[in-house]
């Protein structure tokens, strides 16, 4: 049985219309692929726990260089108001945008490529996510028709293309991981045929137990996650003990083990849903957060997970939209929220920078050879201060996710400035650290 399609604009994505009752039942039909899935994780549990280890043992310990088009920002097309989207994206500073393609709009893939031609000639690098629906499993044929037109079309235009979306989500279609299998194989048939490079799995959440069941089969150029940790709140927070880079650490891990060789890992879609946008939120409840949290989170997400050293790049969903993005479209002119700024801050901060180390001490390389701090605990206090060089100037970022705390850092501080990038008055060498990161410049 198949269930009708429905779109929630407000949202971007689909309602979930299958009754709960039906989709247990469909579960249960699919049971096999259970066990596939255990039998494929238990043979990698040991290889991957030690590398995950290992990942920890490293953490935030070790230099790690931040790259151009490390922070890239998604953005949909928006008719009319396409000029003031390309003019807020270009104004972010990000050299990469990710733009979504939904098979159910096949007739308007004429749209779709003058949008991404203009993004090209403004110079951006475009990730294309090909977006599925139920028919597209129930329908092969028309979906590889799908796939070879958007090949066809856009291969000269765009960078890589994702496959599939959010599949382990019953919503978007798909059943479970064989299904998916079969959906993407076809691309991989195609590829060749037009230069074009392959992402995916396009996994959404903490369910990294489908990487070893499908990266086998799938020789992905890039591994994709849609590394959500907006339900805990921060993304310090834990969910069954697991906070957001302990859960990047078994990502990676599980890739290492799964892929036939290596790959580097890309967020291809994370963002905070707001507080008080009703139906343009895409969840309800605790999710939701105020505009000031959500763009503390974003900052502090960029930051903990570039720094690992164990993903190549992160993409903001979406750039314009009511109830998530770094701007609100439904006011005229279109409001750049506080996570804007942050965002456009981070950007020119940390990309073309290298992460040095935690702590306050400007050499912070002095403990690489001991045990070094502890990355889940903080400096001591739940103070976090991450250390940058960039142009062969230092730089820290720090913030608390608990009470503010005051903090002396050795050496000259030269400015200090806020999660906007505005300086705070004075040159305190006693800075009051609390949730809203701040940047602590230092002189040469």
Same mark, same amino acid.
């Given at each position: ?5 429905? +779109?929630? $604009? ?6 979930? %219309? ?12 699919? *049971? ?14 040991? $290889? ?43 104004? /972010? ?49 028309? +979906? ?8 066809? #079309? ?5 960078? =890589?293309?994702? =496959? ?16 998916? @299998? ?30 070893? %069941? ?6 992905? !150029?890039?591994? /994709?996650?849609?590394?959500?940790? !907006? ?17 990047? *650490?078994?990502?990676?891990?599980? %890739? ?11 967020? &291809? ?26 763009? !503390?989170?974003?900052? #502090?997400?960029? @930051?903990?997970?570039? *720094? ?6 992160? /993409? ?17 002119? +279109? ?11 981070? #950007?020119? #901060? ?10 306050? &001490?400007?050499?912070?390389? !002095? ?17 976090? =201060? ?43 060498? /006693?800075?009051? =650290?609390?949730?809203? $990161? ?7």
């Amino acid at each position: 049985m198949s269930f009708p399609f429905e +779109w929630n $604009p407000y949202a971007d994505q689909p309602h979930n %219309v299958a009754p709960r009752s039906e989709r247990f039942r469909r579960h249960l039909r699919h *049971a096999g692929s259970y066990f596939a899935i255990a039998g494929a994780n238990l043979r990698r549990l040991v $290889p991957g726990l030690r590398r995950y280890r290992r990942y920890m043992k490293e953490m935030h310990r070790v230099p790690v260089p931040i790259g151009p088009g490390a922070m890239s920002c998604a953005v949909s097309p928006a008719g009319p108001k396409d000029a003031e989207a390309l003019d807020l994206l270009t104004e /972010t500073g990000v050299g990469h945008t990710l733009v979504r393609v939904p098979s159910w709009e096949r007739g308007k893939l004429a749209e779709h490529e003058a949008f991404v031609r203009v993004l090209r000639g403004r110079g951006f690098e475009v990730t294309l996510a090909l977006l599925q629906r139920r028919s597209d499993v129930l329908e092969p044929d028309s +979906w590889r028709a799908f796939l070879e037109e958007v090949f066809s #079309r856009f291969a000269p235009l765009v960078s =890589i293309f994702e =496959i599939g979306h959010a599949w382990n989500r019953t919503k978007w279609g798909v059943w479970d991981h064989r299904e998916y @299998i079969r959906l993407a194989e076809p691309a991989f048939e195609l590829a060749p045929r037009f230069g074009a490079k392959l992402a995916g799995p396009a996994v959404i959440d903490f369910e990294f137990h489908l990487y070893p %069941v499908t990266l086998p089969r799938l020789p992905f !150029d890039k591994v /994709t996650s849609h590394l959500y940790v !907006d339900r805990m709140g921060a993304p310090e927070n834990k969910q069954f003990g697991w906070s957001a880079v302990k859960k990047l *650490a078994l990502l990676k891990a599980a %890739v290492d083990v799964s892929a036939r060789a290596g790959r580097e890992v890309w967020i &291809t879609e994370v963002n905070w849903p707001l507080a008080g946008t009703g139906p343009y939120s895409p969840a309800a409840g605790r999710p939701n957060v105020t505009e000031e949290e959500q763009a !503390d989170y974003l900052a #502090r997400y960029y @930051i903990l997970l570039l *720094a690992s050293g164990l993903v190549e790049r992160i /993409t903001w969903w979406q750039l314009a939209a009511p109830g998530y993005g770094l701007v609100d479209n439904r006011e005229e002119p +279109w409001r750049r929220r506080p996570a804007f700024h942050a965002f456009r801050t981070l #950007r020119a #901060r940390l990309e073309g920078s290298v992460f040095e180390g935690l702590g306050e &001490t400007e050499t912070p390389s !002095d403990w690489a050879s001991g045990p070094g701090p502890d990355p889940e605990a903080g400096t001591g206090d739940d103070a976090r =201060i991450f250390r940058f060089r960039k142009d062969n100037r230092a730089f820290a970022v720090c913030w608390t996710p608990g009470p503010p705390v005051e903090r002396v850092f050795e050496g000259c501080v030269e400015a200090v400035s806020d999660r906007e990038g505005r300086e705070i008055a004075g040159r305190p060498k /006693t800075i009051i =650290i609390d949730r809203s $990161p701040k940047y602590v410049d230092f002189s040469k």
